[in-house]
T-cell receptor, first 114, second 115 residues
Framework: AQSVAQPEDQVNVAEGNPLTVKCTYS??????LFWYVQYPNRGLQFLLK??????LVKGSYGFEAEFNKSQTSFHLKKPSALVSDSALYFC????????????FGTGTKLQVIP | EAGVTQFPSHSVIEKGQTVTLRCDPI?????LYWYRRVMGKEIKFLLH????????ESGMPNNRFLAERTGGTYSTLKVQPAELEDSGVYFC?????????????FGEGSRLTVL
Protein backbone atom coordinates (compact mmCIF):
# COMPACT_ATOMS: atom_id res chain seq x y z
CA ALA A 1 0.00 0.00 0.00
CA GLN A 2 1.22 3.47 -0.79
CA SER A 3 1.75 6.03 1.96
CA VAL A 4 3.01 9.53 2.65
CA ALA A 5 4.76 10.77 5.77
CA GLN A 6 5.01 14.40 6.76
CA PRO A 7 7.07 14.19 9.96
CA GLU A 8 6.50 17.76 11.13
CA ASP A 9 3.11 18.91 12.32
CA GLN A 10 4.31 22.50 12.24
CA VAL A 11 7.25 24.41 10.80
CA ASN A 12 8.12 27.91 11.97
CA VAL A 13 10.37 30.15 9.90
CA ALA A 14 11.24 33.82 9.97
CA GLU A 15 10.14 35.96 7.05
CA GLY A 16 12.88 36.15 4.45
CA ASN A 17 14.52 32.92 5.52
CA PRO A 18 14.50 29.76 3.40
CA LEU A 19 11.87 27.17 4.25
CA THR A 20 11.66 23.41 3.88
CA VAL A 21 8.61 21.22 4.45
CA LYS A 22 9.51 17.55 4.51
CA CYS A 23 7.78 14.65 2.81
CA THR A 24 8.71 11.01 2.35
CA TYR A 25 6.70 8.42 0.50
CA SER A 26 6.30 4.72 -0.07
CA UNK A 27 4.85 3.43 -3.33
CA UNK A 28 5.29 0.64 -5.84
CA UNK A 29 6.60 1.61 -9.23
CA UNK A 30 7.55 5.10 -10.28
CA UNK A 31 5.91 7.73 -8.09
CA UNK A 32 3.79 10.66 -9.14
CA LEU A 33 4.22 13.30 -6.45
CA PHE A 34 2.23 16.42 -5.63
CA TRP A 35 2.17 19.32 -3.19
CA TYR A 36 -1.03 21.13 -2.29
CA VAL A 37 -1.61 24.15 -0.05
CA GLN A 38 -4.67 25.00 2.02
CA TYR A 39 -5.20 28.55 3.18
CA PRO A 40 -7.62 29.16 6.07
CA ASN A 41 -11.25 28.46 5.15
CA ARG A 42 -10.30 27.55 1.61
CA GLY A 43 -10.00 24.37 -0.40
CA LEU A 44 -6.72 22.75 -1.33
CA GLN A 45 -4.81 24.38 -4.17
CA PHE A 46 -2.33 22.60 -6.40
CA LEU A 47 1.25 23.86 -6.05
CA LEU A 48 3.41 21.54 -8.12
CA LYS A 49 3.93 17.99 -9.29
CA UNK A 50 6.67 15.56 -10.24
CA UNK A 51 5.92 12.97 -12.89
CA UNK A 52 9.24 12.47 -14.61
CA UNK A 53 12.27 14.46 -15.73
CA UNK A 54 14.29 16.92 -13.68
CA UNK A 55 14.43 16.17 -9.99
CA LEU A 56 13.88 19.84 -9.14
CA VAL A 57 10.34 20.90 -9.88
CA LYS A 58 9.21 24.51 -9.85
CA GLY A 59 5.67 25.48 -8.99
CA SER A 60 3.38 28.33 -8.03
CA TYR A 61 4.24 31.24 -5.71
CA GLY A 62 8.01 30.62 -5.94
CA PHE A 63 7.85 27.15 -4.43
CA GLU A 64 9.94 24.25 -5.64
CA ALA A 65 10.38 20.64 -4.63
CA GLU A 66 13.23 18.20 -4.98
CA PHE A 67 12.58 14.57 -5.83
CA ASN A 68 15.14 12.21 -4.31
CA LYS A 69 14.56 8.64 -5.37
CA SER A 70 17.17 7.05 -3.12
CA GLN A 71 15.75 8.75 -0.04
CA THR A 72 12.12 8.46 -1.26
CA SER A 73 11.64 12.12 -0.44
CA PHE A 74 9.93 15.08 -2.05
CA HIS A 75 10.66 18.06 0.17
CA LEU A 76 9.00 21.40 -0.54
CA LYS A 77 11.28 24.45 -0.52
CA LYS A 78 11.26 28.18 -1.00
CA PRO A 79 14.35 30.41 -0.91
CA SER A 80 12.69 33.31 0.94
CA ALA A 81 9.53 32.86 3.00
CA LEU A 82 6.69 35.38 3.03
CA VAL A 83 4.14 35.88 5.80
CA SER A 84 1.48 35.11 3.19
CA ASP A 85 2.97 31.61 2.78
CA SER A 86 1.56 30.68 6.18
CA ALA A 87 -0.85 27.83 5.48
CA LEU A 88 -1.32 24.07 5.67
CA TYR A 89 0.73 22.07 3.19
CA PHE A 90 -0.10 18.55 2.01
CA CYS A 91 2.16 16.14 0.18
CA UNK A 92 0.52 13.48 -2.00
CA UNK A 93 1.62 10.46 -3.98
CA UNK A 94 0.23 8.17 -6.62
CA UNK A 95 1.89 4.96 -7.71
CA UNK A 96 2.68 4.19 -11.32
CA UNK A 97 0.93 1.74 -13.61
CA UNK A 98 -2.77 1.75 -14.27
CA UNK A 99 -5.34 3.43 -12.09
CA UNK A 100 -4.30 4.25 -8.54
CA UNK A 101 -5.80 6.76 -6.19
CA UNK A 102 -3.88 9.72 -4.80
CA UNK A 103 -2.80 9.31 -1.17
CA PHE A 104 -2.29 12.40 0.97
CA GLY A 105 -0.17 13.02 4.05
CA THR A 106 -1.34 14.45 7.36
CA GLY A 107 -0.33 17.99 6.47
CA THR A 108 2.26 20.42 7.86
CA LYS A 109 1.30 23.82 9.17
CA LEU A 110 3.76 26.46 8.03
CA GLN A 111 3.98 29.57 10.17
CA VAL A 112 6.06 32.43 8.78
CA ILE A 113 6.95 34.89 11.51
CA PRO A 114 7.28 38.58 10.58
CA GLU B 1 -14.89 29.88 -14.69
CA ALA B 2 -16.57 28.60 -11.56
CA GLY B 3 -14.54 26.30 -9.36
CA VAL B 4 -15.65 23.24 -7.45
CA THR B 5 -18.48 24.18 -5.14
CA GLN B 6 -19.66 22.28 -2.10
CA PHE B 7 -22.77 22.66 0.01
CA PRO B 8 -23.30 23.03 2.91
CA SER B 9 -20.10 24.58 4.19
CA HIS B 10 -20.91 23.41 7.70
CA SER B 11 -23.48 21.00 9.06
CA VAL B 12 -24.16 20.15 12.69
CA ILE B 13 -26.38 17.12 13.30
CA GLU B 14 -27.10 14.68 16.07
CA LYS B 15 -26.04 11.07 16.07
CA GLY B 16 -28.53 8.99 14.13
CA GLN B 17 -29.62 11.77 11.82
CA THR B 18 -29.04 11.95 8.08
CA VAL B 19 -26.94 14.46 6.18
CA THR B 20 -26.48 14.93 2.46
CA LEU B 21 -23.47 16.77 1.09
CA ARG B 22 -23.41 18.10 -2.43
CA CYS B 23 -20.56 18.77 -4.83
CA ASP B 24 -20.67 20.59 -8.15
CA PRO B 25 -17.47 19.94 -10.09
CA ILE B 26 -15.92 22.20 -12.67
CA UNK B 27 -17.92 22.00 -15.88
CA UNK B 28 -16.49 19.40 -18.22
CA UNK B 29 -14.58 17.52 -15.54
CA UNK B 30 -15.42 13.84 -15.87
CA UNK B 31 -13.50 12.80 -12.76
CA LEU B 32 -15.00 13.56 -9.38
CA TYR B 33 -13.47 12.52 -6.06
CA TRP B 34 -14.59 12.57 -2.45
CA TYR B 35 -12.05 12.82 0.35
CA ARG B 36 -12.40 13.24 4.11
CA ARG B 37 -10.12 14.75 6.70
CA VAL B 38 -10.60 14.00 10.36
CA MET B 39 -8.98 16.60 12.61
CA GLY B 40 -5.19 16.42 12.43
CA LYS B 41 -5.10 13.34 10.27
CA GLU B 42 -4.47 12.65 6.63
CA ILE B 43 -6.85 13.52 3.84
CA LYS B 44 -8.35 10.13 3.19
CA PHE B 45 -9.72 8.98 -0.14
CA LEU B 46 -13.35 7.90 -0.18
CA LEU B 47 -14.29 7.33 -3.79
CA HIS B 48 -13.85 8.32 -7.42
CA UNK B 49 -16.46 8.80 -10.16
CA UNK B 50 -15.76 8.85 -13.85
CA UNK B 51 -18.84 10.54 -15.23
CA UNK B 52 -21.72 8.72 -13.51
CA UNK B 53 -19.82 5.48 -12.84
CA UNK B 54 -17.95 4.60 -9.66
CA UNK B 55 -14.35 3.94 -10.69
CA UNK B 56 -13.14 3.23 -7.16
CA GLU B 57 -15.12 3.20 -3.92
CA SER B 58 -12.55 1.36 -1.84
CA GLY B 59 -12.28 4.18 0.67
CA MET B 60 -15.93 4.30 1.67
CA PRO B 61 -15.97 3.51 5.40
CA ASN B 62 -19.15 1.41 5.51
CA ASN B 63 -22.64 1.08 4.10
CA ARG B 64 -23.88 4.12 6.00
CA PHE B 65 -22.23 6.18 3.26
CA LEU B 66 -23.88 6.45 -0.14
CA ALA B 67 -22.48 8.48 -3.02
CA GLU B 68 -24.26 9.21 -6.26
CA ARG B 69 -23.55 11.15 -9.41
CA THR B 70 -26.65 10.95 -11.51
CA GLY B 71 -26.15 12.25 -15.04
CA GLY B 72 -22.44 12.65 -14.48
CA THR B 73 -22.67 16.21 -13.23
CA TYR B 74 -23.05 17.03 -9.54
CA SER B 75 -22.55 14.43 -6.83
CA THR B 76 -24.10 13.82 -3.45
CA LEU B 77 -22.69 12.02 -0.44
CA LYS B 78 -25.28 10.85 2.07
CA VAL B 79 -24.48 9.66 5.56
CA GLN B 80 -27.32 7.73 7.16
CA PRO B 81 -27.41 7.29 10.11
CA ALA B 82 -24.55 9.52 11.16
CA GLU B 83 -22.17 8.45 13.92
CA LEU B 84 -19.78 10.52 16.05
CA GLU B 85 -16.73 9.27 14.12
CA ASP B 86 -18.14 10.63 10.88
CA SER B 87 -17.25 14.16 11.98
CA GLY B 88 -14.65 15.82 9.80
CA VAL B 89 -14.22 17.88 6.67
CA TYR B 90 -15.45 16.31 3.45
CA PHE B 91 -13.64 17.53 0.36
CA CYS B 92 -14.75 17.12 -3.20
CA UNK B 93 -12.29 17.41 -6.08
CA UNK B 94 -12.57 17.16 -9.82
CA UNK B 95 -10.22 16.77 -12.75
CA UNK B 96 -10.50 16.63 -16.51
CA UNK B 97 -7.47 14.50 -17.24
CA UNK B 98 -6.42 11.33 -15.55
CA UNK B 99 -5.19 12.08 -12.05
CA UNK B 100 -1.62 11.08 -12.73
CA UNK B 101 -1.06 13.74 -15.35
CA UNK B 102 -3.02 16.60 -13.94
CA UNK B 103 -3.84 18.25 -10.68
CA UNK B 104 -7.02 17.92 -8.68
CA UNK B 105 -9.25 20.97 -8.20
CA PHE B 106 -10.71 21.00 -4.72
CA GLY B 107 -13.79 22.60 -3.24
CA GLU B 108 -13.65 24.42 0.08
CA GLY B 109 -14.99 21.42 1.91
CA SER B 110 -18.09 20.61 3.96
CA ARG B 111 -17.44 20.46 7.67
CA LEU B 112 -19.62 17.85 9.36
CA THR B 113 -20.06 17.83 13.12
CA VAL B 114 -21.96 14.93 14.63
CA LEU B 115 -23.01 15.46 18.26
Amino acid sequence: AQSVAQPEDQVNVAEGNPLTVKCTYSVSGNPYLFWYVQYPNRGLQFLLKYITGDNLVKGSYGFEAEFNKSQTSFHLKKPSALVSDSALYFCAVRGGGGYQKVTFGTGTKLQVIP
Amino acid sequence: EAGVTQFPSHSVIEKGQTVTLRCDPISGHDNLYWYRRVMGKEIKFLLHFVKESKQDESGMPNNRFLAERTGGTYSTLKVQPAELEDSGVYFCASSFTAVNTGELFFGEGSRLTVL
